[in-house]
């Protein structure tokens, strides 16, 4: 199973726009400071899920559950990978602000997926 559940702040505000055939989709990256070093992942999201995050803006926090994907590129003849997690929940922090940690986790992991629609 692919499947991962993780917090970070918006390193830029949330982008929403639309496919030729009218479906939502959006991004966002995120950072993770992990000791010395920071992780800066794009997380992705479609349908109802992205138009809901419209009011996302730079520096709020978010919960993320979803699916890793990793992408290979090359560029200037070398090799790359970046790492993306397509979303089925995003929520901020002043959704769940008001619940402990472990019961924001449980929360996340219970949500009940909308329908999503790649364009």
Do not use: C, H, W
């Amino acid at each position: 199973m692919n499947e991962i559940i993780m917090s970070g702040r918006a390193v830029e505000d949330f982008t929403l726009k639309y496919s030729q055939k009218g479906n939502a989709f959006g991004k966002v990256r995120i950072s993770d400071p992990e000791g010395q070093t920071t992780l800066y992942i794009q997380v992705i999201v479609f349908g109802r899920a992205a138009e809901k995050l419209i009011d996302v803006k730079k520096g709020d926090l978010l919960f993320i559950r979803g699916k890793l994907r990793m992408n290979s590129y090359e560029k200037d003849g070398e090799k790359k990978n970046s790492y993306q997690v397509v979303a089925d929940v995003i929520k901020t922090v002043d959704e769940l602000s008001t619940l402990d940690f472990k019961t924001q986790v449980k929360r996340m992991e219970n949500v009940e997926l909308e329908e999503i629609t790649p364009f």
